[in-house]
């Protein structure tokens, strides 16, 4: 069964404080790596796609990398407008819904 | 990226009564769209798969009759929650994918927050 894990659930960082957050998957046929913000209230904002291992992307504070198994969402010197939930997903085929992971929620004090 | 409008934000409705929720791909055709549900601190889950001019296909325990799906055109398809309950109180979520290729990304309307008193 496909699946996506992510971790961890939440996560607390001071303003600056750089970490990552991982997402684990198993799927037949990796067809794409989707990482998504959601802001409370909110529909899922895109972010990257990843598509095959040792890729990477990069947008101002984030950066996004893939292998195998995993990816990891980078942030590097965060700020308090970071603070949002980040879900991972995974499609398995073309043009098919994409299966979510449960998300990291994110908290940056300044 | 592509944009995908998703109305009402919000909506209140008795119990018993039926709410119709659009979504509707603004810069592209969207032959497939996506209804999820999220419940509060939850991922997203998928009720339903909407396709243009076909039947929706609906993921297992969601029921077909009390949640109506229609596709009409290559923009817009609507998500009807017939008698709603209580227990249907929400947050609704559609998507769709470009059609530009085999591997593309999804975008997401803003979310319909709906409350059944």
């Known amino acids: 069964e496909d699946q996506v894990t992510q971790s961890p659930e939440a996560l607390r960082l001071q303003e600056g404080e750089s970490s990552s957050l991982n997402c684990s998957y198993t799927?037949?046929?990796?067809?794409?790596l989707f990482w998504y913000r959601q802001d409370p209230g909110k529909g899922p904002e895109f972010l990257f796609t990843l598509y095959s291992a040792g890729e990477e992307k990069e947008k101002e504070r984030l950066k996004a990398t893939l292998t195998k198994k995993e990816s990891f969402l980078h942030i590097t010197a965060p700020k308090p407008e970071d603070s949002a939930t980040y879900l991972c997903?995974?499609?398995?085929?073309?043009?098919?819904?994409?299966?979510f992971g449960k998300g990291t929620t994110l908290s940056v004090s300044s | 990226g592509a944009v995908v409008s998703q109305h009402p934000s919000w909506v209140i409705c008795k119990s018993g009564t039926s709410v119709k929720i659009e979504c509707r791909s603004l810069?592209?055709?969207?032959?497939?769209m996506f209804w999820y549900r999220q419940f509060p601190k939850q991922s997203l889950m998928l009720m339903a798969t909407s396709n243009e001019g076909s039947k929706a296909t609906y993921e297992q325990g969601v029921e077909k009759d009390k949640f109506l799906i229609n596709h009409a055109s290559l923009t817009l398809s609507t998500l009807t929650v017939t008698s709603a309950h209580p227990e249907d109180s929400s947050f609704y979520i559609c998507s769709a994918r470009e059609p530009r290729g085999l591997n593309t990304e999804a975008f997401f309307g803003q979310g319909t927050r709906l409350t059944v008193v």
């Open positions: 799927v037949s046929g990796l067809r794409g």
């Open positions: 810069d592209f055709q969207a032959t497939t």
């Open positions: 997903a995974v499609s398995n085929q073309a043009g098919t819904a994409l299966i």
